[in-house]
Structure formats: C-alpha cells, structure tokens
C-alpha cells in the first residue's frame, strides 16, 4: 500500500511538472530571468507552497497570472523568490536567474 501511495505520489508530481511551463521575465538590466516551474516541482514544491500563504510569513508569495513585478527592493527582503533563495535554502546569485544579453 505505501510504494502504490509512493508511486501515485510520484505520478502526480511527474504529471504536474510536465503541464507547467517556463516563463521569460525581462529582469532588467542584468539579463532575462527564466522561470521554470518543472524544476521547483521536481524539488517537491507544489503549486499551492507559492500561490497561497508562504508558511515562513504567511502571506502569498505570488499571484496565479504571469506578472513580473519584482523590483529591486524585492531584492534585499524575504518575498517573493527571496522567500527561499536567501543563500541557505537555495542559491541566491544574481547569475543563476539573470542570463545576460551574451546569452549565459
């Protein structure tokens, strides 16, 4: 019963990862940022973790239409993508979202 729970469960993350999509954002002067939501899935997060209430602060990270409102104040506080990548849950250089006109 719990490897058919862990299959499923599994089945269901796969299933979710292959309907989201990446999103280009601008990002400014320091390069284009490309979100891809398979790579959040395929690290266990779910749509719910962001588009609702973020349990660390309890208010929601991100609305559920493309919007890319991120501003450089954004930058130095705990929303938003800052919420996890603060450098101890995950990366927080500039280099791993922003690819540069060069084409990084």
Request: with cysteine.
């Amino acid at each position: 019963m719990y490897l058919s729970s862990l299959l499923l469960g599994a089945a269901g993350i796969a299933t979710a990862a292959q309907m989201v999509k990446s999103f280009n954002y601008r990002g400014g002067g320091q390069g284009t940022v490309i979100f891809d939501h398979g790579t959040h899935v395929s690290r266990g997060l779910m749509c719910v973790d962001c588009h609702t209430k973020w349990p660390a602060t309890g208010a929601q990270l991100f609305q559920t239409q493309k919007q890319g409102l991120i501003s450089m104040a954004d930058h130095s506080g705990d929303g938003k993508c800052f919420a996890c990548h603060d450098g101890k849950i995950a990366f927080a250089t500039c280099e791993q979202c922003h690819r540069s006109a060069a084409g990084r």
